[in-house]
């Protein structure tokens, strides 16, 4: 009998992560779709809201269930939920945890004296050392259920998607969702990924695979993608299988450290001293706004953000620009990044997400240093992105290339912002800022 909770007990605590409203629109879509194929088989999913505990505790009991199997997940509430399942389970019923989420399990890539890796280079390395990774498994040919189910809610009684505003057209225009989605996507990408080493730079190409979303749902499997692609001898699979990698060295490292996205790793860097907190001033947060909603008078990164906004993903390239600009150019802590990336993308992933943040803020295990500062307006024009800024910042759609990047006040129209602060002076800012910390 298949099962799926809305469990937004466990994960709200100090510190809240309850699904955001760009992850509620794409979950209905998917247990939609996931319904459907279920129904194809003549089964039924039950719906249900509440502790997952509990939930699965009471379904136990009322079915007298042999076991429960669910994928293991590594995020800090769902662990806790799984240690309190082991303990309440009625006796008989096995829990049966599979890693079906990630290439390996964390903690299989380990050091010489059998330590996980905290770094990204070893880890990737050791990654290549022990695959392939497991054969996939077969889809069932049928599925054979007891004839008197368990009452399931209404998924359109969980009002999972947005009405008063409808925010989301966009996103239904843009993506179509679902294991079936995914599979079509990955037919698609086995053909393209050869031009991904280049083309994953270029925001106005847009040369990605587009399948996080589908990844972090479990509408697919990056099992699946990986033998799909395995004969591909391209440096663009390279690439790629790189970032699958990657994706599973983020759960490593909230195996490590399971509050990882919010609190800064490195001891050298001194969070009251470095950053502005928009909590104590009307500017600061006026700034973080003007970010958020793609206003800072810098192209690319608006652009970004305006496609965030709509579409509830952003470019690859183009979110490293962002969070960059966010943490170094206004000096924001980068935590205000993360938690708005976790509330407005699709594919917001507890590990993903504060591993990529702790990055680009050059405060984590593995990170770029701070002083490393990118300049939005030089990577605009080197990678291109003057088709991009049109689709999304279309006020400024009638400039030429060589003005795009960086409007002139001479071309520069009247609705679109000044710069928010100069690249000069948000740089050499955040440099004053980073050496002071360390002075004092």
């Known amino acids: 009998m298949p099962v799926f909770i809305l469990d937004d ?6 510190d809240d992560r309850t699904y955001g409203g760009a992850h509620r629109w794409w979950l209905h879509h998917s247990l939609d779709s996931l319904s459907r194929g279920f129904g194809r088989h003549n089964a039924r999913i039950v719906l249900r809201k509440g502790d997952s ?42 829990l049966c945890l599979h890693d ?9 890539a380990t050091t010489g004296s059998g330590d996980p890796y905290k770094i990204y280079t070893p880890f990737y390395r050791a990654m290549l050392d022990l695959m392939p990774p497991r054969d996939e498994l077969p889809a069932p040919s049928t599925i054979s259920q007891p004839s008197d189910l368990p009452e399931s809610d209404d998924l359109g009684d969980w009002k999972l998607l947005p009405t008063s505003p409808n925010w989301a057209t966009q996103m239904e225009d843009f993506w179509t969702v679902g294991e ?16 991904y080493e280049d083309g994953r730079n270029l925001p106005s190409v847009d040369q990605t695979a587009q399948m996080s979303p589908h990844l972090h749902w479990g509408e697919i499997s990056p099992v699946t993608i990986w033998h799909a692609l395995k004969d591909k001898r391209s440096e663009g699979w390279k690439t790629f299988e790189s970032e699958l990698i990657w994706r599973d060295y983020a759960q490593n490292i909230i195996y490590q450290f399971p509050d990882y996205p919010r609190e800064t790793y490195r001891d050298a860097i001194d969070d009251a001293k470095l950053w502005r907190n928009p909590n104590r001033g009307h500017i600061i947060q006026e700034e973080l706004e003007a970010w958020q909603m793609g206003r800072t008078g810098y192209p690319i ?18 979110r490293m620009i962002a969070a960059s600009f966010l943490i170094k150019h ?34 984590g295990v593995d990170s770029n240093m701070f002083p490393r500062i ?14 991009y800024i049109r689709k999304w910042v279309p006020e400024l759609a009638d400039l030429p290339d060589g003005e795009i990047h960086d409007p002139t006040d001479l071309c520069r129209p009247a609705d679109y912002p000044q710069k928010i602060i100069s690249h000069k002076e948000g740089r050499e800012r955040a440099l004053e800022a980073y050496r002071a910390m360390k002075e004092d």
Request: glycine content about 10%; aromatic content about 12%.
């Open 9 to 14: 007990e466990r994960p709200r605590g100090d």
């Open 53 to 94: 505990v509990s939930v699965l505790v009471s379904l136990a009991h009322e079915l007298e269930a042999g076991a429960v199997h669910a994928n293991r997940h590594y995020e800090p509430w769902w662990r806790e939920a799984e240690e309190d399942l082991k303990d309440a389970l009625p006796d008989g019923t096995k």
């Open 100 to 108: 079906g989420n990630y290439l390996m399990p964390p903690g299989t």
């Open 180 to 195: 079936g989605a995914a599979h079509d996507r990955l037919g698609w990408w086995a053909d393209h990924v050869h031009e």
């Open 301 to 318: 990164v608006d652009a970004g953000m305006r496609q965030l906004w709509a579409i509830g993903w952003m470019h690859n390239r183009v």
């Open 330 to 363: 206004l000096l924001i802590d980068w935590r205000h990044g993360e938690r708005w990336f976790w509330d407005t993308l699709v594919d917001g992933d507890y590990a993903s997400n504060g591993t990529n943040w702790q990055w680009v803020a050059g405060t």
């Open 374 to 387: 990118m300049a939005p307006l030089k990577q605009s024009d080197k990678f291109d992105a003057a088709e």
